[in-house]
T-cell receptor
């Protein structure tokens, strides 16, 4: 079955540590995205990538970094510079980013808790 | 700047009733208006979407009503069922942008 796999599902981090969240898709989608979900704030875009080896900052990129070395993979690193990293992180993909009817397919999410 | 405002924040509906969630947007260049449904511990999934060239779209018990002049659109869930209990997000996209922008979400609870 085609879809998006996020890992780990739950992650605990001590303050000052970097952590990397994995996102893999087998949908052959060009575009991939990382969203952060906090209660009452909807989904906020962290980074997105339209093609391999290219990515752009979203609305809340500070304290995060990404890479897109392969079409299938778009890992997100939450660095120690992110002041409030405890959240639910969602990875998504779409056929491309530019088309108007841009249906996003989401993974099941990774919940990060900073101790 | 909040580009899409969603209300209510939470909603409780009796089984068989109608659930209504509203969204308002600011940028008239948006041209794609999807609704996503999210169950606890899962990622959102596309429920239904509309383009601004029609005023209504219906898929089963789910209907989007679109008012272009008022820059508003709403989701109606007819004959609401306990299995519809979830968080619903409206979203907007277009105007040459690459981002899908989400509303804050509505937590719906359907009482049996």
């Amino acid at each position: 079955d085609g879809g998006i796999t996020q890992s780990p599902k739950y992650l605990f981090r001590k303050e000052g540590q970097n952590v990397t969240l994995s996102c893999e898709q087998n949908l052959n989608h060009d575009a991939m995205y990382w969203y952060r979900q906090d209660p009452g704030q909807g989904l906020r875009l962290i980074y997105y990538s339209q093609i391999v080896n290219d990515f752009q900052k979203g609305d809340i990129a500070e304290g995060y970094s990404v890479s897109r070395e392969k079409k299938e993979s778009f890992p997100l690193t939450v660095t120690s510079a992110q002041k409030n990293p405890t959240a639910f992180y969602l990875c998504a993909s779409s056929i491309d980013a530019s088309s108007g009817a841009n249906v996003l397919t989401f993974g099941a999410g990774s919940r990060l808790t900073v101790l | 700047q909040q580009q899409v405002k969603q209300s209510p924040q939470s909603l409780i509906v009796q089984k068989g009733g109608i659930s209504i969630i509203n969204c308002a947007y600011e940028n008239t260049a948006f041209d794609y208006f999807p609704w996503y449904q999210q169950f606890p511990g899962k990622g959102p999934a596309l429920l239904i979407a509309i383009r601004p060239d029609v005023s209504e779209k219906k898929e089963g018990r789910f209907t989007i009503s679109f008012n272009k002049s008022a820059k508003q659109f709403s989701l109606h869930i007819m004959d609401s069922q306990p299995g519809d209990s979830a968080t619903y997000f409206c979203a907007v996209k277009g105007g040459g942008g690459f981002k899908t922008i989400f509303g804050a979400g509505t937590r719906l609870f359907v009482k049996a």
